[in-house]
């Protein structure tokens, strides 16, 4: 279809992540099979209709309704050229649940279960730094910077640089893994090579999806309540930071949030006791 040439010429250009990219791919496809209907006739009333099917008819939960509307006004606006209105297709409202966060004693038994040392370094070092999981997969040697403790995050998913924190713990353990890799492979590495690297791989690191993957076999494991993904640690890391002295916005230049916003939720995590608050009742009171 003439559309879905437009589409990926109109995301290659994008600047969008390329998950994303696959994301709106897949969704707007879906929407074109189900609509049955010429890609020049389609209307805000198709688009309203496919959605409320989704949310009313299949169940679907409101966080992915609005994925598939962000596809949908994508397509609406830049591939298909024509007008939105945001009044007509409004994003959906609901529930919006706290994220998870485990203790430090529960970040370090679940770091633990992985299956080799590969992969705790990985977790400790996405936990320490409070890396996302598509940052840990990219760093480079030449990123980590000993002497001033930190680690340089060329691109985060805001598509900003940053620096992260690097903790002397973790630091000893990146080292330690260069260590071992040269004596296993045989391999050494130079200033632009990645710090954890794949020779199954083209990109040439590890993947995204190798972590999540065994981070999901653990989780399905490990005896706890709490819904754990790759994103939980960077949730466990800002909460500690936080419940450890650290102001809202220094958390939120360290995880490269664009918008306070964003940072704002650990507030509501955080443990008061932790943090050295208490409530009125507990001072002294006048008798």
């Known amino acids: 279809m003439e559309q879905l040439i437009k589409l990926q010429k109109c995301l290659e250009m994008s600047g969008l992540k390329a998950e994303t990219c696959e994301s709106y791919t897949y969704k707007i496809k879906a ?107 990219e760093i480079k040697v030449k990123d980590i910077d000993s002497k001033r403790m930190q680690i340089y995050i060329p691109k985060s998913k805001n598509g900003s640089a940053r620096y992260a924190i ?22 050494k590495f130079l200033p632009d090579d990645y710090l954890f690297p794949s020779n199954r791989n083209e990109s040439g690191h590890i993947t995204k999806k190798t972590i999540k993957n065994n981070i999901t076999k653990v989780a399905d494991k490990y005896c706890t309540n709490k819904k754990i993904t790759s994103h939980t640690l960077r949730h466990s890391f800002a909460t500690h930071m936080l419940e450890a002295g650290a102001s809202i916005f220094e958390i939120k230049e360290l995880l490269g949030h664009r918008a306070i916003q964003s940072t704002n939720v650990y507030l509501h995590i955080a443990s008061p006791g932790l943090m050295n608050i208490k409530s009125p009742f507990d001072g002294d009171m006048i008798s």
């Open 31 to 137: 929407f074109l099979k189900s609509i049955n209907k010429d890609a020049e006739e389609i209307t805000l009333d198709d688009i309203q209709e496919f959605l409320r099917e989704l949310r009313y008819k299949r169940e679907y939960c409101i966080g992915t309704v609005n994925g598939y509307r962000n596809a949908l006004k994508y397509f609406y606006e830049v591939v298909l050229e024509k007008q939105w209105s945001d009044k007509k297709i409004p994003r959906l409202r609901g529930y919006a649940p706290l994220p998870s966060v485990l203790s430090k004693e529960e970040v370090v038994e679940f770091i633990e279960l992985m299956p080799n040392d590969l992969y705790k370094v990985i977790l400790y070092t996405m936990y320490s730094s409070g890396l996302r999981v598509g940052e840990v997969v």
């Open 166 to 187: 690097l903790s002397r713990r973790c630091l000893n353990m990146l080292r330690h893994h260069v260590l071992q890799y040269k004596k296993k492979y045989g391999y």
